[in-house]
């Protein structure tokens, strides 16, 4: 009886328990960043994690990026958001928050050497902001005010480094991460003292997942009362972690940057190169379908062409991204995984081009060459596959190969969807040792290499058609 009573009290709790997916920033240390075995860690995940624990459900981590992690959860590609998100009157007319877990206040650094003093110093000067922070909106409140320009990033090193670099004059960011920033090796100083004053908060959209915010809730409360939440703050803000994080981000050369990161970005490059393929593929499909469609002799499948080529040729391969991410499961309500909603946006985009050059390698062979065909007698179709593809194809072999290498640069853009490709993974190298200039100069050399491989093989296989 005891092990029946036993069986039916925890198996509940076991078949109830529920995954919940929660989007956070990629670049936003003490809160999250990736530690020296590129893991995803900090203030925010280790609460969320532990919290989940404590509670008894499971969390999916997505690193998303803070603007991308916001609008997923508008299009319900995500539950939540935990990410240093502040707490604000704009907000909360959109979304539910938990209670606060975490003081912050907004503060304006500028480079060591800078004169500027305050606001009042701007006039005139840019100034380099993360978008969709609290800080960007504060700082925005006092554009008109005192006068400066603005410029917006979608990362935190990539703000700090236009400072450090003289492009801007000063940037704005919350008060712990600034000082973090600053303790670590970020060459900034802050000038001001904490504005608008407020505190972060975990997100879900507003009306849906209230039993989340109550669990988050309660198993903050669990953690404050235990001492575990100050342990959690502890382990990221104490002097001893600070100081080990900056040992880290210092006489960095070349080579050691490669032996310490030189597994992640070869996975990095492995899922750029996946991504590429399956891409390139689907692309090559859909252009081909397509591209034939413009050369039949009937007026709607040349229309229909045209204007497939015409919109997906037009669309800037960010925007369709973020459309097929986050705008399609907002009308549609269904979630589409970034890896398909990447493959998609390739498709589609890359798949525009292959279409043009298609109808253009066929549109370039002698149109006396199909009517010769046609006057021995053949079918359109059978002179198009025995007399006309033959010699487009000569035409269209180097565009297909030069297409491969346009399609693996451009999956450095849907890193804005989440997708850990090469360019995201460099950035989150960057977030942990603060090394841009030699990351970056590590991750161009890397797609360099694969981009000569693949020029290689173009001039040697237009050679081969050309013997």
Not at 193 to 214: C, D, H, R, T, W
Not at 353 to 382: C, H, N
């Amino acid at each position: 009886m005891f092990s029946l009573i036993l069986f039916f009290a925890v198996s509940p709790k076991i078949h109830a328990e529920k995954t919940y997916t929660i989007g956070t920033d990629v670049t936003y240390p003490p809160f999250e960043f990736a530690n020296k075995d590129n893991k995803y860690v900090g203030i925010d995940i280790d609460l969320m994690k532990t919290i989940a624990k404590e509670e008894g459900f499971k969390v999916n981590i997505k690193e998303l990026g803070f603007n991308a992690a916001v609008q997923s959860l508008q299009s319900n590609q995500i539950d939540g958001v935990i990410a240093g998100m502040s707490i604000t009157p704009e907000r909360k007319s959109k979304f539910d928050f938990s209670d606060p877990y975490y003081k912050t206040g907004v503060v304006m650094a500028v480079a060591q050497d800078s004169k500027i003093k305050g606001l009042s110093d701007l006039k005139g000067k840019r100034v380099a902001l993360k978008t969709g922070t609290a800080a960007a909106d504060y700082a925005q409140s006092q554009q008109k005010k005192y006068g400066f320009k603005t410029v917006t990033f979608d990362d935190s090193d990539n703000m700090y480094n236009d400072v450090v670099n003289g492009n801007s004059v000063a940037t704005f960011e919350d008060d712990p991460v600034m000082k973090y920033a600053i303790k670590t090796g970020t060459k900034l100083k802050i000038v001001t003292k904490p504005a608008e004053s407020g505190y972060y908060g975990f997100a879900v959209m507003k009306g849906q997942n209230p039993e989340l915010i109550q669990k988050f809730n309660h198993g903050l409360q669990v953690l404050k009362k235990n001492g575990q939440y100050k342990k959690i703050t502890d382990r990221y803000l104490s002097t001893k972690t600070v100081n080990s994080q900056k040992k880290k981000t210092n006489d960095h050369t070349f080579s050691g940057l490669i032996k310490e990161n030189y597994s992640v970005l070869l996975k990095g490059l492995g899922q750029t190169l996946y991504l590429t393929i399956v891409g390139i593929i689907a692309a090559t499909v859909f252009g081909v379908i397509f591209g034939l469609l413009g050369v039949l002799p009937n007026k709607f499948a040349r229309g229909l062409s045209t204007t497939v080529i015409y919109i997906f040729r037009g669309l800037p391969l960010l925007v369709l991204a973020l459309f097929i991410y986050n705008g399609i499961p907002s009308l549609t309500g269904t979630k589409i995984p970034a890896f398909v909603a990447g493959t998609i946006t390739l498709m589609l985009n890359e798949g525009a081009y292959t279409a043009a050059f298609v109808k253009g390698g066929i549109d370039s062979v002698d149109i006396g060459q199909m009517e010769a065909a046609r006057s021995l007698g053949l079918p359109f179709g059978k002179a198009m596959r025995k007399v006309i593809l033959p010699q487009g194809i000569k035409i269209m072999v180097p565009s297909f190969i030069n297409q491969f290498i346009i399609t693996l640069k451009d999956t450095s853009i849907l890193s804005i969807i989440g997708i850990l490709e090469l360019t995201q993974t460099g950035k989150i190298i960057i977030a942990r040792n603060l090394e841009g200039f030699k990351v970056w100069g590590i991750v161009a050399l890397m797609y360099l290499v694969i981009i000569t491989l693949l020029t290689w093989l173009s001039k040697y296989v237009e050679k081969k058609m050309n013997d």
